[in-house]
């Protein structure tokens, strides 16, 4: 079975606060739910039409795994700290090769 990987991005963050809650609450219900953190911060190069955005990469061993995470109780209740306007950012879950 493939692993998946979650990849998030920040285009832009208007409520630290809000994040940083957020932030408390989703790492350890994504880690509860399997994930496993393997990159996070500013990336080091963004090449082509990359943007120096906030990246966060985190491997699950399954595509199912990756989207019960989403759904868990644990990370709505991170969705709720953070709210609807604290940031704007991409999810993608993307099965591995």
Known sequence: MAKAYWI???QSITDPQALAAYAQLAGPALSAAGGR?????VPAAAKE?????????????SLAAA???Y???GYKAALVAL??????RDIRII???
Do not use: Q
């Open 8 to 10: 998030s991005t920040y």
């Open 37 to 41: 953190f393997l990159a996070r911060g």
């Open 49 to 61: 039409h990359g943007k120096a955005e906030r990246t966060v990469l985190i491997e699950f061993d």
């Open 67 to 69: 989207l019960a995470a």
């Open 71 to 73: 759904d868990s109780p």
């Open 83 to 88: 709210g609807e306007n604290a940031v704007v």
């Open 95 to 97: 099965e591995g090769v």
